[in-house]
Each structure stands twice: as structure tokens, then as C-alpha cells.
């Protein structure tokens, strides 16, 4: 593998990296409805405004968020909203993966 395809490779695992944890996935969710200002994720998210804050700095810096300061608010907003298509293929992955255990749970049990 050559260096740049590499560094390709290494710069989407960040992405993915950053999109990994349960609370990072519901803020993009959350966001996908619109800019969202950090104390109402907080409140939706029930942690404290510390934590709520190093998820979003994970998001910013993976290059998934942008956020913008007005006065002492820090609002964030999805870079591309397109982030959003890969759920579906999640979802789908999901699906598939529920069934295939169902039709070996099928048979099993005969």
C-alpha cells in the first residue's frame, strides 16, 4: 500500500473513530435537525456540560461538526449533512445481520 492511500485510509478510520461512541452518534442525530447551541445537548443528553463538550471537540476535530461562538453560547452545526447516509447503511447492516441470526435460530430450534 503506498503512502498516500495510506494516509487516505488513516484520515477516514478518524472519521469512523470519532463517530464511535453512543452519545457522539446521538449528537449527530441531533444535529441533523439543525444547529444546535452546546447547553441544549447538554440537557438532551443528561451529562455534564464538560463531557458534552470533549464529544463535540472530538466531532470538530474529525472534521464532522463546525461550531461558532456568540457571546458566551458555542453553537455546532454538521459540516456535511451527507454523514447521515452512512446510518442507512448501518441500518442496513443491522437488518441484514438480524435476519441471517433469526434464520439460523430457525433452524437450530427445528
Same mark, same amino acid.
Given at each position: 500500500?503506498?503512502?498516500?492511500?495510506?494516509?487516505?485510509?488513516?484520515?477516514?478510520?478518524?472519521?469512523l473513530k470519532a463517530m464511535a461512541h453512543p452519545t457522539r452518534l446521538f449528537i449527530i442525530e441531533e444535529l441533523e435537525k439543525g444547529e444546535q447551541c452546546v447547553c441544549d445537548l447538554t440537557a438532551m443528553i !443528561?451529562?455534564?456540560? +464538560?463531557?458534552?463538550?470533549?464529544?463535540?471537540?472530538?466531532?470538530?476535530?474529525?472534521?464532522? /461538526?463546525?461550531?461558532?461562538?456568540?457571546?458566551?453560547?458555542v453553537f455546532y452545526r454538521l459540516r456535511v449533512p451527507c454523514i447521515l447516509?452512512?446510518? !442507512?447503511?448501518?441500518? +442496513?447492516?443491522?437488518?441484514s445481520r438480524a435476519k441471517d441470526q433469526a434464520a439460523?435460530?430457525? /433452524?437450530?430450534?427445528k
Open positions: 500500500m503506498d503512502q498516500q492511500r495510506k494516509n487516505h485510509l488513516d484520515a477516514r478510520a478518524r472519521v !443528561g451529562a455534564d456540560i +464538560s463531557t458534552v463538550s470533549k464529544h463535540l471537540t472530538v466531532l470538530r476535530q474529525a472534521g464532522i /461538526v463546525l461550531d461558532d461562538k456568540r457571546g458566551n453560547q447516509n452512512f446510518f !442507512g447503511c448501518v441500518e +442496513s447492516v443491522l437488518e439460523y435460530l430457525a /433452524v437450530v430450534g
